[in-house]
């Protein structure tokens, strides 16, 4: 999600979107409105922002939301998220969404959205991952260790971690 957001603010340019991240794992029924979540989440950020500019970006259709952790909300909350999700995307049906979850009990409510699985890593791409990541720059052998022993043998003996960029980091 946060390659998403990075990605979209730096092509501002080409795509024309405004990104809007939204940590799902604060939302619940006392949050209220998700338009009104959504822009506490916003207003955190920067209090340059109104309700009033970001209804009409959202009315022109100029947003990509990224609700990060669906499967972070309570379940005493899901019902009630599903239902402010449908009535804010009914409301604002020109912009795009991307809804990140682990697995999830069920998709059924979200037939709206095409559901997408992350595949597993690669080695490759486990180690570039690796090399990637800014880690102890001060000491650049703690990196080039573990980097040895996720290419000889942890990447076998570990999948289930290594094949995960998020466990991985």
């Known amino acids: 999600m946060r390659h998403l957001l990075i990605n ?42 109104t309700k009033e500019d970001f209804n009409s970006a959202l009315l022109a259709g100029r947003c990509l939301l990224l609700f990060d952790g669906l499967d972070e909300i309570g379940t005493n909350n899901v019902g009630f998220f599903e239902r402010e999700l449908g009535s804010f995307t009914d409301k604002y049906s020109e912009n795009y969404y991307v809804i990140s979850s682990r697995p999830y009990q069920s998709f059924v409510s979200f037939d709206r959205f095409s559901v997408l699985r992350l595949l597993p890593f690669s080695i490759e791409q486990a180690l570039h991952l690796i090399d990637n990541l800014d880690f102890r720059p001060d000491d650049p052998s703690i990196k080039a260790k573990f980097r040895d022993e996720l290419s000889k043998r942890l990447y076998r003996t570990h999948r289930t971690f290594t094949e995960n960029p998020l466990l991985l980091t």
Do not use: Q
């Not at 940590?23 to 920067?46: A, H, N, Q, R």
């Open 8 to 49: 979209t603010i730096d092509n501002y340019e080409t795509f024309k979107l405004i990104p809007v991240f939204v940590p799902l794992k604060d939302f619940d029924d006392t949050s209220g409105k998700l338009f009104e979540y959504i822009y506490s989440k916003i207003s955190d950020f920067s209090g340059e922002i």
